[in-house]
């Protein structure tokens, strides 16, 4: 049915939050040219950041979940969005692939925190990252650190159409090339990681001459040996070599 | 082109770089110029807007002049405006500025010819079309050598033997500049004052030419590959390649200025107020470039890689022409060094 | 010049429901659609969601401009289309591409053999039949079970019309009244004269190559045996790059071929 007919329903939204900087709350509380319409388009009856009230309780058209799940009662709260939800996306790296929050998983829980917070460690309840995938069927994912534009548009808008969505699955590398930016990796010798990165940020990075440190995560099927050999020949020891491919994606890279 | 036509009309003169430098700011006027230009690091072909800015000298350029500026890298197609009564599709306004495309090498050159049997063939792409008749093409023939060019190899330089398709072709000859108008509008149009060329002066040409192709290094048979790579299509140099070093980035097809591939998408607003269908570059190294519902047809990187390999340096049935004309854009812009010229070598073995 | 995306408008004049999830919507086009030939497809779909490339099934005749297109709801696009309703305008531009040969079947044993949804494309040659003169027309389908048999209610029409018609399920039910197994065997036991055999396939790919196979050892040549490829397609005009298969573009240069043109080229079954 075509969308501009029918219903006139406006869709019932909710955005929540787990482990996370809320940085992808953020941008979608500042979706600067966007936000008027999305606003006029959704009925976003639980989002923290912009209603101080609100109904966890759904039912939703669209559940958007920032971040890791890091605390029992979160798998809980995560499990129950899934089911009062028609549609959930997860939003950003930290719930499609663990980012910042995951970084932990590459140790023992309990060495961790006592890094962290020396005593009184019976008082958390924190556990090993898992992404929402590991809980719930995810139905789509809007990659970042935070989204760009473009993906977190397409999630909004393909709920609006009834349709399923098409998120950016290409590495940084085309988005460079698409914007002009001469390649890091190959004139400097910067150990970028746009070649197994998704894109999606319209390579803002390469663009400001910063290495892509591959904060939207791995592209699907990257060839992940394949860079870290250049970064061998580039002279990277294996230990950095390790910290940028694990900086957002130690879940993915730790199993 | 030959010189009796210097008799009645001058279409080919000697001039110094000081009156190229005027002649080309005269045409300032009406057309939009667009050049090399920047000297540190990597010249790039943008708009400028004095002669001073341009580079004659530069090398190479990552990305392609040809396929930049006729066929932009992202473009809005179509659009349709939402009403209660359904959407309306709205033609956007087909591109009219006059532009010159100014130093254009050989081999670009060569891959311009080759984005014209693609794109104004039996459908010929309207906005394609558009940019390709207001922008006149100044060819220009290089100076130096990189170690990764093969035009020699391929038939498209390092000077530029064809005769149509281009407007303007300009040789550097040390104090002067050699400059020929190719075509019916250039001659039409521009006028040229300065010395008609003479025989010493051919010869001059074309011991630049011989001097220039003692420089280059590459070096394989482009000739007889079409068996061995319909023969072994599995060859081993492929999986080797495509597993030890294939990122399945898209740089090598993102650079190539003979690559045409473009995706097709819609954007929507939230409002959704206009649909804008676009069209944007895309890369058959991606993995889900040749996928359908019922399977990938090129699932393997090996399989990408392999069809990178054999369009470039075969499916001369396609076009009647390679679809490499030996820039060498892909090998230097590949983050890991691939050569296909070095895989093909490797398969003639 | 006209601007070669912008799509036509048609308007669903009646939805057949074929199997599960596949669908057969007829539709009236604006005027100035060009009708298409059998084999040929459109660029279906909607804005804001996209096309998708989809054969004819059913052809434009000289009593009606009306055509329908058989959609399986397995992508964006299709997905979106199977909720739409009688009276509902669909976009489409097209047709587009190289349909069967039917210049080529004149006189000669016409072989249609087909797997699933690959009746869609083949059933327009059924439909102008009489006109095509062959000596003869087979027609061999195969489907996964009874269920997802699609046209099921036209076979007797087809029969009708002096079409021999062989039905063949991997998974048959009670009641299921035809073969069992895959389309090829069915080949192997029909009696064809090579030299005047001239078959069209279409369906999943490894089953047009196995099909194929039969022929060529019944020593049919590859010259007479077409078939019709699946590729992604953004544009339908041999622009877009996507359906690129060796030196071809399956949307401009096909999608049908006979299985010479196709052959030796890598990435494909054939």
Known sequence: MPFFSGEKRKPRAGFFKFSCCTGCGFELAYFQRSLEDTLKSFDFTFFRLAYSSGALEGPFDLALVEGTVTEPHQAVELKRIRENSAVLYAVGSCAIAGGIPAIKAGGRELEIEKRVYQKKLYRLTSMRPSVLSDYVKVDGCVRGCPPGRRDLEEALVSILLHRRPEFIEYSVCVECKLRGNICLLVDEGLPCMGPVTNAGCGALCPACHRACYSCFGLMSRANIPALKNKFRELGLSGEEIERRFTLFDALRLKK | ?349 | MKNPYVPFKAVIRGIGQEAGDVKTFLLEPESGFPPGAPGQFNMVGYPGVGEAPVSLSRVPMEDSDLFEHTIRAVGRVTDFLSTFREGDEIFLRGPFGRGWPLNEVKGKHLVLVSGGLGLAPIRPVVQIADKLKARRITLLHGARDPGSVIFKTEFRHWRKKGIDVELTVDEPGKGWRYHTGIVTEIIRRLKIAPAEAVAFICGPEIMMRFAANELFLKDVPGSSVYVSPERRMRCGMGLCGHCQHGVWFVCKDGPVFSYRELRGYPDALF
């Open chain 2, 1 to 349: 082109m030959n010189g009796e036509n210097t008799f009645q009309k001058n279409y080919e003169a000697l001039i110094s770089r000081e009156l190229l430098a005027a002649w080309v700011e005269g045409f300032k006027e009406n057309f939009r110029l667009i050049g090399p230009a920047g000297g540190k690091g990597e010249a790039e072909f943008r708009e400028v807007f004095s002669f001073n800015e341009i580079n004659l000298d530069y090398q190479s350029t990552m990305l392609p002049p040809g396929k930049t500026f006729l066929l932009k890298p992202v473009e809005e197609i179509l659009s349709f405006n939402i009403t209660p009564g359904g959407p309306v599709a709205e033609e956007p306004p087909l591109p009219d500025r006059k532009r010159i495309l100014f130093g254009v090498h050989a081999c670009d050159t060569h891959a311009i010819l080759y984005l014209d049997k693609v794109f104004l063939g039996v459908f010929p792409d309207p906005f394609y079309r558009a940019r390709r008749e207001n922008t006149f093409i100044f060819s220009l023939n290089c100076k130096t050598v990189s170690g990764l060019c093969f035009c020699h190899l391929v038939g498209t330089g390092p000077f530029l033997k064809a005769q149509s398709g281009y407007d303007v072709l300009l040789t550097d000859m040390g104090s002067e500049f050699l400059v020929e108008l190719k075509s019916v509008r250039a001659k039409k149009i521009f006028s040229l004052e300065g010395r008609p060329p003479e025989g010493r002066d051919l010869e001059k040409k074309k011991e630049l030419e011989l001097e220039l192709l003692k420089n280059f290094r590459k070096d394989f048979k482009a000739d007889g590959l079409r068996e061995v790579f319909l023969s072994r299509p599995d060859h081993p140099v492929l999986k080797e390649t495509a597993e030890g070093r294939c990122l399945s980035c898209g740089n090598c097809v993102m650079v190539c200025p003979t690559c045409f591939c473009h995706d097709i998408y819609d954007e929507a607003g939230v409002s959704l107020a206009r649909i804008k269908r676009m069209r944007r570059w895309d890369a058959c190294q991606d993995y889900f470039f040749a996928k359908v519902h019922g399977g990938n047809f090129r699932e393997e990187r090996q399989a990408r890689l392999r069809q990178f390999v054999f369009h470039k340096l075969d499916y001369e049935g396609q076009f009647g022409v390679k679809g490499t004309v030996g820039c060498g854009r892909c090998i230097r812009w590949c983050p890991t060094g691939i050569d296909l010229t070095e895989i093909a070598k490797e398969m003639m073995k």
